[in-house]
């Protein structure tokens, strides 16, 4: 059931990528579908099929191109950083997950290393999905945690739907009420995208599980990142 499960989330996750990222670039959204939309989709199925390389890291036969305004607002958590040739990792969490966060923050600070034994300049973007008890500081406390390289962004309402949206993350939230906002839960995708210095998702791979995939990636791999 597992394997079916990772399967289908290439297909949908990639579907969101080519629905959501091309909405209102009439132009760029004929050229993408028509150049690669067939091959992204046969993927998938392969993907799918194959359940062995379901769960592997996908690396995307053509970059998913982000909107200008989400680009933008990755460049704001990194105000410092070489624009040229900064790659990015984007995961999304909140501040008290126990488990899962502290683990994907811990392989993110792993891989920032690994890439720059490569001469990979690199950097890592953690997402609130919980702004309601996410506050900036507490956000810049807890990403200090794991190195000077990993920021934050923090949205609220409408801005941060739109954000999870351009990378199609989905969260629930259990037991959130008027009467309880603190002791609630929430579940979220442990996707992180790898970004380019061009504003385009190369690499999903899962935070918790693919880390030591991605950093052989970075060594074996290194053209992908010229």
Known sequence: MHELVSGWWVFETLHRFFVLNLKGDAKLKKMFFHESSVFAVITAVLLFMQTGLAAAPLVLPRPVPLQAETIAHLKQAHVNANESDQWQLVVFGFTRCKDICPTSLGNLHMLIQAASAENIQLNGTFVSIDPDRDSAAA??????????????????????EQFKNAFGVEVAFYTKSAGNMENYQVDHSTTAFLID??????VMF????????????????RGLFL
Do not use: H, M, W
């Open 139 to 160: 956000l810049s406390s807890y990403t200090e945690r794991f190195g000077s390289d990993i920021s934050y962004l923090r949205f609220e309402g409408e801005q941060l």
């Open 197 to 202: 210095p061009e504003g385009r998702i190369k």
């Open 206 to 221: 899962d935070a918790v599980k693919d880390a030591a995939d991605i950093a052989s990636l970075f060594k074996k791999n």
